[in-house]
């Protein structure tokens, strides 16, 4: 269930990351692309959920 938590925290940086950066495309008058966000939530998130697990596991290993 440990695992649950860090991809739920993964997908969910990476939604936000993803809409902060459309919102700024946004802004800037650009047009959205949805391959664009999608890849943005994947690799950030990934990313992002992988480090997470990385840290958690670092601090409970001393």
């Given at each position: 269930m440990l695992k649950n938590r860090f991809i739920l925290a993964?997908?969910?940086?990476?939604?936000v990351f993803a809409s902060l950066l459309e919102g700024f495309s946004y802004y800037n008058n650009?047009?959205?692309s949805a391959l664009n966000f999608v890849s943005y939530v994947i690799v950030f998130g990934?990313?992002?959920g992988y480090l997470t697990y990385r840290?958690?596991?670092n601090a409970h290993k001393k």
């Open positions: 993964g997908i969910v940086s990476g939604l650009a047009t959205f990934g990313f992002n840290a958690h596991k």
